[in-house]
């Protein structure tokens, strides 16, 4: 019994030892290739400070308007100054006519327009409904959005003021004459982005997307440039031929890089930006994790299923630029296809996404994620389907340039 001991404790110790030796070989690569300091650190602490400094009011405002006011009464014109007073919408332009207007539009000049007809308020005031028209450009997607809700409400305003008019005029009072204009009123409660702050709605998602794509291109770069290199035989050599002792004397430096750095950047978006973080740190520290993990894993995948260093790169960049558009914060789940929404799945964003929407933003207890948090934990044993295969390409260094 004792010697069964003393060979496990003596195994145990060799084992720390290769995996120290792997983790200082790593260290070592990773201070003496730019390619890391770039990729780890500049890159995503570029990109936080570039979307931040972007989107830094939340919402574009002073967006340009064009007005075409054929009515020309004190009713249009207090019209156009309570658009113009609004902070998205900015009128920069006064047409003559719809023909001119178009033009600025169509120049790029202006992001929308509104037309006020001929006799706009004597039409209004007889209760003979005129129709006021505006356009916008949605080809630039979110200002055109915005002006278009502004332009609505003020044309709402506009019909609770002529009604208001018409009300005093034939001596009712102001309840009766609301009662009619606003039968129903509206108690509007927005979740989660209540200021509908579109770095709030965005950064939150986009900045841990970079990330999660850096990070399966750095994990294909760091074992694909030991196949190219032929450096693979001497690494699998410092882990005493284990590959598994190999890939986490790798990963243990870059994991607790990319914490560093993720921390960071989830520290100045909930702690400088002020975004809303309902559930604490725990929570949103642990989907970071679990985030880059999983990343991991998929690079390691990629590498294993095209072990040539180019291929490996390539299909990591394109599986991290899907997932922006395939994680669900840009266009429902539930309205793709069944197996577009199966697909979801295999995207780490997908899954820290729903974590975020359910801790940070509503402050939901963490047992309510469990499926995303399971799901991040189930991808990073992915690379087990293939992992003897990468084993293989390592011993062989069979390199096609």
Same mark, same amino acid.
């Given at each position: ?7 496990? &404790? ?8 290769? @995996?120290?030796?792997? $983790? ?65 919408? +900015?009128?920069?332009?006064?047409? %003559? ?36 028209? &505006? ?10 959005? /915005? ?6 409400? $003020? ?20 309840? +009766? ?6 039968? $129903? ?24 997307? $970079?990330? +999660? ?33 190999? @890939? ?37 520290? /642990?989907?970071?994790? /679990? /985030?880059?993990?999983?990343?991991? %894993? ?12 180019? #291929? ?30 199966? #697909?979801?799945? @295999? ?31 189930? #991808? ?22």
């Amino acid at each position: 019994m004792a010697a069964n001991t003393g060979f496990s &404790y003596r195994r145990s110790q060799n084992h720390t030892l290769l @995996l120290r030796a792997v $983790i200082l070989r790593e260290w070592r690569l990773v201070c003496t290739h730019k390619i890391y300091w770039v990729g780890m650190i500049l890159a995503p602490l570029f990109s936080l400070v570039f979307l931040l400094t972007l989107m830094s009011k939340g919402l574009p405002t002073l967006l340009p308007l064009a007005v075409v006011d054929l009515d020309q009464t004190y009713t249009s014109r207090e019209l156009i100054r309570n658009l113009d007073a609004f902070e998205q919408t +900015q009128v920069v332009m006064h047409a %003559s006519s719809f023909a001119d207007a178009r033009a600025a539009m169509q120049r790029g000049d202006v992001y929308g327009i509104i037309v006020l007809p001929e006799r706009f308020t004597a039409m209004a005031t007889a209760g003979r409904q005129p129709i006021i028209t &505006y356009y916008t450009n949605n080809n630039y997607m979110m200002g055109g959005s /915005l002006l278009f809700r502004d332009l609505k409400t $003020i044309s709402e305003m506009a019909s609770a003021s002529v009604g208001l008019k018409v009300g005093l005029a034939r001596g009712e009072d102001n309840e +009766q004459i609301m009662g009619k204009v606003l039968p $129903i009123q509206v108690d509007a409660h927005v979740m989660g982005n209540p200021w509908l702050n579109y770095s709030i709605y965005l950064n939150n998602l986009i900045i841990p997307g $970079i990330l +999660q794509l850096l990070i399966m291109q750095l994990t294909v770069y760091s074992i694909g440039v030991e196949i190219k290199k032929r450096t693979s035989r001497e690494w699998l050599g410092c882990a005493g031929g284990s590959i598994y002792t190999a @890939l986490l004397g790798k990963l243990i430096v870059h994991t607790a890089i990319y914490m560093l750095v993720g921390t960071c950047c989830l520290s100045v978006l909930y702690g400088w930006a002020d975004f809303p973080l309902q559930s604490g740190w725990g929570p949103m520290l /642990l989907a970071l994790l /679990l /985030l880059i993990l999983a990343a991991q %894993s998929l690079g390691i995948l990629f590498i294993s299923l095209l072990p040539i260093l180019r #291929l490996g790169l390539s299909l990591a960049s394109l599986f991290g630029m899907l997932a922006f558009s395939i994680a669900g914060f840009s266009f429902p789940v539930t309205d793709m296809y069944a197996s577009l929404q199966a #697909l979801t799945n @295999l995207f780490p964003l997908r899954h820290y996404f729903l974590i975020y929407a359910d801790q940070a933003l509503n402050g939901y207890p963490m047992w309510y994620s469990r499926y995303a948090y399971l799901g991040l934990i189930l #991808l990073i044993f992915l690379p087990m389907l293939n992992i003897r295969n990468l084993r293989s390409e390592l011993l062989l260094v069979k390199y096609i340039k």
